[in-house]
């Protein structure tokens, strides 16, 4: 059982820099996969970044190069580091986590644990 809590999201102008921060309870973090989803307005939740209990990271193509995804075990924390930032970027951010280490960590049905989300608003 983890409870998760989203932070860093503002507002920003395209090409600037955003740091989310994903903090969770538990004593259990290092077992965990961990994902960072976002969902813009009238859209689907889609997936962005996903790092393994093992350090095996995936990205979706639409922001590979631009955001990193890394874990502080010893913090319980997740950051997203997101630069280059594009108006397409805008929308609510989620962090997820799971106990299982499925072979697909893009969707959203492996996730059990999710947090309340962060606002990121990229301006032109």
């Known amino acids: 059982q983890v409870q998760l809590v989203e932070s860093g999201g503002g507002l920003v102008q395209a090409g600037g820099s955003l740091r989310l921060s994903c903090a969770a309870s538990?004593?259990?973090?290092?077992?965990?996969?961990m994902g960072w989803f976002r969902q813009a307005p009238g859209k689907e939740r889609e997936f962005v970044a996903a790092?393994?209990?093992?350090?095996?990271?995936n990205y979706a193509d639409s922001v590979k190069g631009r955001f990193t995804i890394s874990r502080d075990n010893a913090k319980n924390t997740v950051y997203l580091q997101m630069n280059s930032l594009k108006t397409e970027d805008t929308g609510v951010y989620y962090c997820?986590?799971?106990?299982?280490?499925?072979?697909?960590?893009?969707?959203?049905?492996?996730?059990?644990?999710w947090g309340q989300g962060t606002q990121v608003t990229v301006s032109s």
């Open positions: 790092i393994r209990r093992s350090g095996g990271i």
């Open positions: 538990g004593r259990t973090f290092s077992s965990y996969a």
């Open positions: 997820a986590a799971t106990a299982q280490d499925p072979w697909s960590v893009v969707r959203t049905t492996v996730y059990v644990y």
